[in-house]
C-alpha cells in the first residue's frame, strides 16, 4: 500500500467558486510547491501566489478529508 501524499487535495469548506458559483466545490493542494484552487465542477483553476494566499489566508476554512 501506497500513500500518496503530494497529490492530496482538500475540500475548502464554505468556498464558492467564482466561475460556477457553487458552494464546497472548491479543493486546494500543491503543484510544485505553489498552492492551487480548483473546481470539481467546472473548469475554474486558480494559482495563488505567496500575496494571494497571505491575504486570502484568514478566510481559508480547510477541512480534511
Ligand atoms: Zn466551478
Redesign the pocket.
Known sequence: MTIEQSTKKQFIAGAK?P??N?LD?LVFYREDAKPVRE?V??S?REVLTEEEKQKNNLQINIKTI
Do not use: A, L
Request: charged share 10%; with cysteine.
Open positions: 467558486c466561475q460556477c457553487q466545490v473546481c465542477e467546472c475554474f
